[in-house]
């Protein structure tokens, strides 16, 4: 049974960072494709960064150099790392495994 559990995700003011992970059980992520999506109310899901199984990386243009994707493949965890985040930023990011499995979701609020 996979399971993806997600963390790190809080209330921080324009311009701050926050780091999420995935810890994920059931999968390994270093021979999976790994992906951040996000959802904002009213909005549809979308991909907000992806690292292949081999370690290549790709992100949503509104990313704009400000998000970095990686793993752990020792802790079996998967980060997203945000920098200068914006208030449009602000949803909840889904972690997920082999396009096919998705964890609970983090609420990232932006705000002042």
């Known amino acids: 049974q996979v399971q993806l559990v997600e963390s790190g995700g809080g209330l921080v003011q324009p311009g701050g960072s926050l780091t999420l992970s995935c810890a994920a059980s059931?999968?390994?992520?270093?021979?999976?494709?790994m992906g951040w999506y996000r959802q904002a109310p009213g909005k549809e899901r979308e991909l907000v960064a992806t690292?292949?199984?081999?370690?290549?990386?790709d992100y949503g243009d509104f990313v704009k150099d400000r998000f970095s994707i990686s793993r752990d493949n020792a802790k079996n965890t998967v980060y997203l790392k945000m920098n200068s985040l914006k208030p449009e930023d602000t949803a909840v990011y889904y972690c997920?495994?082999?396009?096919?499995?998705w964890g609970q979701g983090t609420q990232v609020t932006v705000s002042s």
């Open positions: 997920n495994a082999a396009r096919t499995f």
């Open positions: 059931g999968i390994i992520v270093s021979i999976s494709n």
């Open positions: 690292i292949s199984r081999h370690g290549s990386t």
